[in-house]
């Protein structure tokens, strides 16, 4: 990939992830992500398929983990625990684009744990 092509996703990740930070600072409990979630799975969407293409195969994961979990929300299922998860992953989704080779298998298996557990 080119310099130029990743300066441009790099951009376009943080502000797909500075929005969804705004979204969930308007959020007090689940019901508030229910009322979001196409809004929220908008941003997921794009980071899922953009972060891959700049080497952010984490980042890519579990927003493509996210972004399933918002579809379910999106066509009616109740998902307890939804507002809890996305508030501890945004930091992760954070870091993953400010600190080179950060670390994100301990919230990814969190995330996958929590969407394998969904009944």
Do not use: R, W
């Not at 019901?31 to 980042?59: C, F, R, W």
Request: overall charge negative; some cysteine.
């Amino acid at each position: 990939m080119s310099d130029e092509f990743i300066k441009i996703a790099t951009e376009e990740i943080n502000e797909e992830i500075q929005a969804i930070s705004t979204i969930l600072k308007s959020c007090k409990d689940n019901d508030d992500v229910y009322q979001n979630s196409k809004d929220l799975q908008s941003h997921t969407h794009k980071i899922k398929g953009l972060a891959p293409m700049m080497g952010q195969e984490g980042l890519g994961a579990i927003c493509s983990t996210l972004d399933a979990i918002l579809k379910q929300i999106n066509d009616g299922k109740k998902v307890e625990g939804i507002f809890d998860i996305l508030f501890e992953a945004l930091p992760h989704m954070e870091n993953s684009m400010s600190q080179s080779n950060y670390d994100m298998n301990g919230i990814s298996d969190k995330i996958t744990n929590f969407s394998s557990n969904l009944k």
